[in-house]
């Protein structure tokens, strides 16, 4: 990994700022992304150049880099959020705070300033302002944050102001990879790629589209490997922080998360790459797998599947038959991705996963895949399968549509034996047959 994980002090708005640093330091991020506001670092405290001396110390002692984050929601106006704003009647009152934010940065020795455009109609307006900053800031560069709802909304925007500003060295673009999935025609990797050299900050978090809602990862559309995949594509060494301004009731248990969920997405990530250049690496990376997360070994196996190139069909045999139950589970979850590519294979190992007595494998072979190139015999006595062995239909992809006078006739004879036998019909059973439990 080119570039260092960071967290972000609005995530931590309940701590001491020091107490906060030391958490994010020893949960193992190398920077943290400094929100400057009345309780963290006030920028318009009469001791300020000596607290900006104390924070400096401290960040070299703990071994964070920085970037300053400028959102702060009430520090210059405490009746309205995050007013004024570069496109306000009182747009001076931001830009005399964001030389200051400049000078703080420049004292800490930070990688940049990064602020935003504000709501509003004026381009005109943000263009003076953007101007008036960088005309007096000390030489700090600047990143300007597409924001959903704001002037610069989006990283287009971003890019035609400093076109029409001449292009100047100092401004340059900070990315919430979040806000990429709620309001970009695109997805975060590919405005990553587009901003490119210019790229100076990042915030990473979930949303989902058309949503402005930060949320932990794997709670959105996010694709986190894929984003941090991108970052090392283009080279980029900044500061990649948590943006979580919401989560500060639970700050460092949020924290915690999600470091494992960045750890494990660098891993994906690294391992997606290995895998493209060396397909002969699958096998070893597969079966690692479930040491580098548990919870989600079956979905970091499906994506080193459908990131190997070339032929499966050999990969796909030799990774069911030699492998663990879990690792077999994963290759027929994977089908739905990949299975097309070589669906003879596909219906081999499904049907070999239907004459076993492991729920988890029965399960998992009556997915997408199945629905779609099973024949109807073989689909139907999966099915029955599932109600012998307790595994819930919920299971069985397509099930609506494929079944047939036939299975019901199948299920009937199920149940009426059970009722015989005195035993309990599944409700699954029961609702099949469109009977009440």
């Not at 149940?415 to 409700?427: F, M, Q």
Request: glycine share 8%.
């Amino acid at each position: 990994m080119t570039f260092h994980l960071g967290y972000g002090t609005n995530g931590f708005a309940n701590h001491r700022l020091d107490d906060a640093l030391a958490v994010i330091a020893d949960l193992g991020y190398t920077a943290v992304a400094l929100t400057l506001d009345h309780h963290h670092l006030d920028p318009f405290a009469d001791d300020v150049t000596r607290q900006t001396k104390r924070v400096a110390a401290r960040l070299a002692e703990l071994g964070l880099r920085s970037v300053v984050e400028t959102g702060a929601r009430y520090l210059l106006d405490p009746r309205r959020k995050h007013h004024p704003t570069l496109v306000s009647e009182s747009q001076e009152v931001r830009v005399d705070f964001l030389v200051r934010a400049t000078r703080i940065a420049a004292d800490l020795g930070s990688d940049c300033v990064s602020f935003w455009s504000g709501i509003g109609t004026s381009w005109d307006l943000l263009r003076s302002g953007v101007s008036a900053v960088l005309d007096s800031a000390p030489p700090v560069p600047l990143g300007l944050e597409p924001e959903p709802g704001m002037l610069v909304e989006r990283l287009e925007d971003a890019l035609r102001l400093r076109a029409e500003l001449g292009e100047p060295e100092a401004l340059r673009i900070t990315l919430d990879v979040g806000h990429c999935v709620a309001v970009e025609p695109v997805d975060a990797a590919a405005c990553i790629r587009r901003a490119g050299d210019l790229l100076v900050n990042v915030q990473l978090d979930d949303m989902l589209p058309g949503v402005h809602e930060h949320l932990e990862f794997g709670e959105g559309h996010l694709d986190l490997p894929g984003t941090l995949a991108a970052l090392t594509d283009i080279g980029y060494t900044g500061v990649a922080a948590v943006e979580l301004p919401r989560h500060s009731h639970a700050a460092p248990d949020v924290a915690r998360r999600s470091f494992a969920a960045l750890r494990t997405a660098s891993w994906v990530a690294a391992a997606e790459r290995e895998v493209r250049a060396d397909p002969t690496s699958l096998e070893r990376l597969f079966a690692g797998a479930g040491r580098v997360d548990r919870a989600r070994e079956d979905d970091l196996r499906v994506r080193l599947l459908k990131a190997c190139p070339g032929d499966l069909a050999g990969t796909l045999t030799t990774l069911y038959r030699h492998g663990s139950s879990a690792e077999r589970r994963a290759v027929l979850r994977a089908l739905a991705a990949v299975g097309a590519r070589v669906p003879e294979v596909g219906v081999e190992l499904v049907k070999d996963a239907l004459r076993t007595n492991e729920t988890g494998l029965v399960a998992a072979a009556l997915g997408p895949f199945a629905a779609e190139h099973l024949d109807q015999h073989s689909w139907r006595h999966g099915v029955l399968k599932c109600l012998f062995m307790g595994v819930p239909l919920d299971a069985v992809a397509g099930l609506a549509a494929r079944t047939d006078e036939e299975l019901l006739r199948m299920v009937a004879a199920f149940a009426d034996e059970r009722e015989a036998a005195g035993r309990a019909v599944p409700d699954d059973a029961l609702a099949l047959l469109g009977k009440v439990a």
